[in-house]
């Protein structure tokens, strides 16, 4: 599986042109009966999955513009808005200018359309102010509004070396508007932090977690778990939560030497300032002396023996579970490679110790979710990430277990259906349904793996599972690993491989 954008390309034309057909036809059906709130909604659904098409391949001025559209549609569906004349028409006119703007991304061309004036126009008449654009701000206005609350701040506030695209900014000030929280984050790490990339997923867990958007990372994400950075970085995230949340959680993280949490919007319309309207104060973290690092004292031999199933050991949280996973594997890795500079005595000593706990555990970690009435697991050492249920964008022609594409930090991931998959009964899509990251390292893939909502983690023996020989009658065999048992309960442990690149896989099963 080839995550190259180009692939998509051919979609994404497709699927363009069809929400441009779809909403060419009903602006003529509204323009013939303005009562058609039906129209309405067909051309509000074409312009947002246009968008989210649009936004997933990286073509800015169509997100926005159909952003700025979306606006005045919401407005005319929930009838806060009249459909008149004056509005059709401009609709009909950024129409006109989206087709143009999709013809650009589809030839590579620039026609070189300053949307100023029009998004102008588009924003007066959201807020009730009409369509003449003499009444209206402009855009370099509006952007200049948002960065207003850092600009009167301390410097600390200051976001001008983020390189924030308009639409970016726009993005910014709707959340205030929203009453959301505009944050900087700005992060240090310790002077001799050696597995910066670890301390970087877990930052990136913590934001998951408390349900934070990064809008802007300064080094960008790619970069920072690339480890591509020197100690410190920057990030601006909208979210419902409190900037002393934000601080604590990622204060907890090990070898975290400072944060600043800034809330930018200060006193903005619509939340409750969390202090004066005065310039808005950081809220630091004391430094953090650096972590010792000692070797691993040697551990006596577990007393239980190796053919007796262990109790499964859950977890409250289990996207905590897998990101601590993920740190403990980084942190004995390094713990490995300060141990080979040893003493060869004390080596060998160390060596026969780790032999004989693994011989006596070999425990396999999993990741359970529940399916059909069945429970189903993964490896927890393919699990990158467990994240909420975000919106997923179609791509057209695209296999039909594939439901479509999600952005995760900048980066487009393929969602699999897992009960389409599975070929087990289909149900429709629920906020409490989540999506398991899965990496593939050797392939340089990623895929996210939609569930029914994730249980837990838990430990179980190798030697409690066995071949998935008609485990059920409505899975295919191919798609599984084994089956393990643990007090009468059946876990059903899928192969990850095989459900993403078919039978090419089944080398490596």
Known sequence: ??????????????????NLDTMDRMLLSLEQNPANI??????FR?????????????????????????????????????????????????????????????????????????????????????????????????????????????????????????????????????GRH???????????????????????????DLQCDIVKSNPDVKDLENEKFDR???????????????????????????????????????AAPSAPPAAPQPVPSPPKPAPQVQAPAASAPPQAPRAQPAAPQPTSNAATQVAEYHQSQAQQAQANTQNSSAAPGEQSQETEEEEKVKEVIEL???????????????????????INLVPITRVPKAPMHIDGVINLRGEIVPVINTR???????????????????SFEEEKVKAGFLVDSVQEVIRLPETAIEPPSRVS????????????????????????????????????V
Do not use: W
């Open 1 to 18: 599986m080839n995550l190259d954008l180009s692939e998509y390309m051919g979609a994404y034309i497709d699927g363009s042109r069809e």
């Open 38 to 43: 039906e129209a309405v909604e067909e051309i």
């Open 46 to 178: 074409a312009a947002h999955t246009l968008k989210g098409m649009s936004a997933t391949m990286g073509f800015e001025k169509i997100a926005h513009l159909t952003h700025e559209m979306e606006n005045i549609l919401d407005k005319l569906r929930s009838h806060k808005m009249e459909v008149s004349p004056a509005v059709i028409d401009l609709i009909f006119e950024t129409f006109d200018v989206l087709r143009t703007l999709v013809n650009d991304s589809i030839e590579s061309t620039d026609s070189n359309i300053d949307l100023s004036e029009l998004s102008a126009k588009l924003s007066s008449m959201a807020s009730g102010g009409g369509a003449t654009a003499a009444h209206a701000p402009t855009a370099s206005t509006a952007a200049s509004a948002t960065r207003k609350p850092s600009e009167k701040s301390t410097p600390a506030v200051d976001i001008s070396d983020m390189g924030m695209s308009e639409f970016e900014l726009s993005s910014l000030e709707e959340a205030g508007d929203d």
């Open 182 to 208: 505009v944050l900087l984050i700005q992060v240090s790490l310790v002077a001799d932090c050696l597995l910066k990339g670890p301390r970087i997923f877990m930052v990136l867990r913590t934001l998951d």
């Open 232 to 270: 410190s970085f920057k990030m601006v995230v909208i979210t419902d939560k409190q900037p002393e949340q934000l601080r604590d959680g990622i204060e907890s993280i090990s070898e975290i030497e400072t944060v600043e949490v800034t809330d930018i919007t200060g006193g903005s319309t619509g």
């Open 364 to 386: 396999v970690q999993l990741v359970t979710f529940t399916m059909a009435g069945e429970t189903y697991a993964l490896e927890i050492k393919q699990v990158e990430a467990i």
């Open 420 to 438: 389409r998959r599975l070929r087990l009964a289909e149900l429709e899509r629920k906020p409490s349904n989540q999506i398991i990251i899965l």
């Open 473 to 508: 009658e409505s899975v295919d065999v191919e798609y599984l690993r084994g089956v393990g048992k643990i007090d009468n309960k059946i876990i059903i442990l899928l192969n990850a491989s095989r459900i993403v690149f078919g039978k090419m896989a089944e080398s490596a």
